[in-house]
């Protein structure tokens, strides 16, 4: 399969489990069983523990749409589904959830990854304008606008 790191070449032995090369990573190499099959229980090698630090992978990334197109503005996608969200009275949690999901999907692991801690480092803001509680950086702009329309 295309793609694969560990895929037995034409004509070698292969692991009577998948299509890795026959005793790859075991004390056996070229016969029987890969690492990952050549365990009592044959069950698959468990990922990676994340360090103590990292987060849990968060429901958005976890369950967001895979394949087709990436979405080509993630912002855009999230402004417009909170502001949807808000008029019908969602709550944020559950807009934030949504707009996540939608945004992050379609695109590959890592720069959903990327977009995530984005949504991520900003959700507070964005709790804010949706609560309609503006920021001082906010007030300082309409301030600006309101000074320009009068001539000052």
């Known amino acids: 399969m295309s793609g694969r790191r560990h895929v037995a070449r034409p004509g070698e032995p292969t692991c009577p489990e998948c299509e ?7 004390d056996h190499p070229g016969a029987g ?5 050549d365990r ?7 990922r990676r523990a994340a360090p103590a630090a990292a987060r ?6 976890d369950r967001r749409l895979t394949g087709g197109e ?3 503005e993630p912002l855009a996608v999230v402004r417009l589904l909170l502001h949807a969200a808000r008029r019908a009275g969602f709550p ?6 949504l707009a996540a999901e ?6 590959p692991p890592g720069a ?10 900003t959700q507070d803001a964005w709790s804010a304008a949706y609560h309609g509680n503006a920021d001082r950086l906010a007030e300082l702009r309409r301030d600006a606008v309101h000074e320009r329309r009068r001539g000052r």
């Not at 009592?40 to 468990?46: G, N």
């Open 70 to 72: 990436p979405v080509p």
């Open 40 to 46: 009592p229980t044959s069950k698959p090698l468990a």
């Open 112 to 121: 959903a990854r990327s977009w995530f801690d984005v949504l991520d480092g």
């Open 56 to 61: 849990p992978v968060p429901e958005a990334l």
């Open 20 to 26: 890795r090369p026959a005793g790859l990573f075991t």
């Open 92 to 97: 944020f949690d559950q807009a934030w959830a």
């Open 33 to 37: 069983r890969c690492l990952r099959h």
């Open 102 to 107: 939608a945004a992050l999907s379609h695109m």
